[in-house]
């Protein structure tokens, strides 16, 4: 029978990929040529944003399908989209801040489609006693973390450049502002519910000030070009997961809760902060994916030039569904 394999990347596998892929800006990797090998490899962060993969894999859907696919469990960020330029992995979900970031460095980086979106996992943390009209520091992680908190002072009337802006991770982010050393954060759970608990208080979630995010599937197009009917067929079983979570959520956190070892309700509360589905790039993905280009390429954060236009596979969906 074909199995379905699940395996763990690294922190230092991840680094050393990380640094091929800024050292080099390769687009195709030496040790792995494109190839129309059946083995897809999916690389994901160990999050419940990667539920329908969690569930395709633990229920057996990319068996049923005739699928032979390895669930490759990252540090998540801009790793998994690492891999897949890496030739370790063939396909990776990424969010769109971070997928276009590397794409800058990575022309040969395509987007298949959209696995999820929600514009409230992300959610706005301030402490005790802190106004949003008083605001002074805030607790900032790089990639989607800057850009949510630059939209977010700037529908206060704040001006981003006055307010002090602390480099973090998201686990530090509690801390420092039980401690005092930042006013607020945005970011999602765990870290939310640890400040909650802590005594700090959800403000807003990014949907109050018009703020969303999206994950998508990525692929090398060399590789695309030699395999794109299977991974039409991958992305189909992943668009049927995540069908099966938006009806019943607590056969995702089952699946998250065997994949990566989490709480199931836990699992649960955070998958219904996310809207799960399995569609094509809309004009609204390209219009805010040219914002985040614009803006990051604005904060220097682009290694280079990228189009949404030209990397956003608009309509792939469509042509690969039956």
């Excluded at 998201?170 to 607020?184: F, H, M």
Aim: charged residues 20%; aromatic residues 8%.
């Amino acid at each position: 029978m074909i199995s379905t394999r699940k395996r763990w990347a690294t922190g230092a596998t991840v680094a050393a990929l990380s640094v091929l892929v800024v050292a080099t800006g390769c687009t195709r990797p030496a040790t792995q040529e494109a190839t129309g090998t059946s083995l897809v490899r999916i690389a994901v962060g160990v999050d419940p944003s990667y539920a329908p993969l969690f569930l395709a894999d633990h229920e057996g859907m990319f068996d049923a399908a005739g699928l032979d696919v390895e669930i490759v469990q990252t540090e998540g960020g801009a790793a998994g989209a690492q891999n897949v330029v890496a030739g370790t992995s063939e396909m990776s979900g990424n969010a769109d801040s971070t997928a276009l970031t590397v794409m800058a460095a990575n022309p040969q980086l395509r987007a298949l489609g959209v696995f999820q979106d929600s514009d409230r996992y992300f959610q706005v943390v301030l402490r005790d006693g802190v106004q949003p009209k008083d605001i002074k520091t805030m607790g900032v992680f790089p990639g989607i973390g800057v850009y949510f908190t630059d939209l977010y002072l700037r529908s206060l009337g704040l001006d981003p450049a006055t307010i002090e802006i602390v480099s973090t991770s998201p686990p530090e982010q509690p801390a420092l502002l039980a401690r005092g050393d930042i006013d607020g954060f945005v970011s999602f759970d765990p870290w939310v519910a640890q400040a909650e608990a802590d005594g700090s208080s959800v403000v807003a979630t990014t949907g109050d000030f018009g703020a969303e995010y999206s994950q998508w599937i990525l692929a090398r197009e060399d590789w695309l070009d030699a395999n794109d009917e299977l991974a039409g067929k991958v992305f189909a079983v992943i668009a049927d997961a995540s069908e099966i979570i938006q009806e019943d959520p607590d056969r995702a956190a089952a699946a998250i809760a065997a994949e990566i070892q989490m709480d199931p309700a836990e699992a649960r509360d955070r998958v219904t902060q996310i809207d799960f589905t399995g569609r094509d790039f809309s004009e609204d993905d390209l219009t805010r994916s040219r914002s985040l280009v614009d803006f990051f390429t604005q904060q220097g954060s682009m290694a280079g030039p990228v189009d949404p236009d030209e990397v956003l596979l608009t309509g792939w969906v469509s042509d690969h569904r039956e």
